[in-house]
């Protein structure tokens, strides 16, 4: 079973910054992709940003230029530094990863959410 723990929500005022951590842990052969979305009250969840193991990143058009995701190979781990923040901005923030996992001599795809972490930005 693979867990996600996410940290670094909270409040803020507009302009400020925060980053957002999430860490992977159970038994994980690899993770293939991480990311971050986000959904704020009576919205859709949205994808914020990913990055897959190769490197590549994907960003929601909102956020461009103002939030960069990185991850932390040996820790499993993956951030998402939050500068220039806006109020539309808040939201619950969701980490999220697409990992292979062992089962019995072979092995399958999952994919894990974390339990949310609540970014909060005054005007």
């Known amino acids: 079973q693979v867990q996600l723990v996410e940290s670094g929500g909270g409040l803020v005022q507009a302009g400020g910054s925060l980053r957002l951590s999430c860490a992977a842990s159970?038994?994980?052969?690899?993770?293939?992709?991480m990311g971050w979305y986000r959904q704020a009250p009576g919205k859709q969840r949205e994808l914020v940003a990913a990055l897959t193991s190769g490197g590549s990143t994907n960003y929601a058009d909102s956020v461009k230029g103002r939030f960069t995701i990185s991850r932390d190979n040996a820790k499993n781990t993956v951030y998402l530094q939050m500068n220039s923040l806006k109020p539309e901005d808040t939201a619950a923030y969701y980490c999220n990863a697409d990992v292979t996992v062992p089962a019995r001599g072979t092995y399958y795809y999952a994919e894990a959410w974390g339990q949310g972490t609540q970014v909060t930005v005054s005007s």
């Open positions: 159970g038994t994980i052969l690899s993770i293939n992709a």
